[in-house]
Nanobody, 126 residues
Framework: QVQLVESGGGLVQPGGSLRLSCAAS????????IGWFRQAPGKEREGVSC??????????YYSDSVKGRFTISRDKAKNTVYLQMNSLKPEDTAVYYC?????????????????WGQGTQVTVSS
């Protein structure tokens, strides 16, 4: 019943922008934390960003490699989380996944995320 579907990936030149979407079904996304991860060939999965809420306050987190360039947000009406990626670099090239631990708080432990999307490819190249 729980499903996450990513979209919005593609090919972009360095310095360009993309917006990734993570559409949720089977649960109300806003009640749970949603994280973005990425995995490049030959590299381990890397946490990129996460969004959560507690007592009506929204919390966001970013890895040092993307802070200042990426922005995570959510649209409650569409039950969707977005990752706006600006000033893209070749090292951002990876498959990007959204995931949820199915609890209301973010975790730095990837194993805590129990539901995952299928991934969307982002390629940054000249």
């Amino acid at each position: 019943q729980v499903q996450l579907v990513e979209s919005g990936g593609g090919l972009v030149q360095p310095g360009g922008s993309l917006r990734l979407s993570c559409a949720a079904s089977g649960f109300t996304l806003d009640n749970y934390a949603i994280g973005w991860f990425r995995q490049a060939p030959g590299k381990e999965r890397e946490g990129v960003s996460c969004i959560s809420s507690s007592d009506g306050i929204t919390y966001t987190y970013y890895s040092d490699s993307v802070k200042g360039r990426f922005t995570i947000s959510r649209d409650k009406a569409k039950n969707t989380v977005y990752l706006q990626m600006n000033s893209l670099k070749p090292e951002d090239t990876a498959v990007y996944y959204c995931a949820t631990p199915h609890v209301e708080y973010c975790s730095e432990v990837s194993g805590d995320y129990v539901y995952w999307g299928q991934g969307t490819q982002v390629t940054v190249s000249s």
